[in-house]
């Protein structure tokens, strides 16, 4: 059975190649937006890791991750942070708020693979 990983960005371009990279490699995917969009979408939908960006409108990343390790159904599925920012106060703050890994943009698709295959086993 394959596994299904949530992919939340307000960039169409990033969860396409997001997506496209996931499903290259048989998982299933679920876009969503922004957090908002992501935390309806897990009310319908059974995901084993949110790869997320750090900043969107409506509710960011971080905001996104505090809401997701809130729910018990959620508290120990992966996130990865997949952004463009890198400073070590930010990935302190994404870890602080429950990120299990950090990628930053442009990502190259054998690395989020890799990323992936890691976390999920």
Do not use: C
Not at 36 to 46: C, F, P, R
Not at 48 to 56: A, C, K, R
Not at 70 to 85: C, D, G, H, Q
Request: aromatic fraction near 4%; avoid cysteine.
């Amino acid at each position: 059975m394959s596994k299904t990983i949530m992919t939340v960005d307000d960039s169409a371009s990033v969860r396409q190649m997001v997506s496209f990279t996931l499903k290259g490699a048989g998982y299933e995917v679920v876009e969503a937006v922004d957090g908002k969009d992501a935390l309806t979408k897990l009310n319908s939908a059974q995901v084993q890791m949110i790869i997320t960006d750090l900043n969107m409108p409506n509710l960011d990343g971080i905001g996104l991750m505090k809401e997701v390790r809130a729910n018990p159904s959620y508290k120990f599925v992966p996130i990865i942070m997949l952004t463009t920012e890198s400073q070590d106060a930010k990935k302190q703050e994404g870890k602080a708020a429950g990120a299990t890994g950090w990628i930053v943009k442009p990502f190259k698709p054998d690395q989020l693979l890799a990323v992936v295959k890691k976390v999920l086993g």
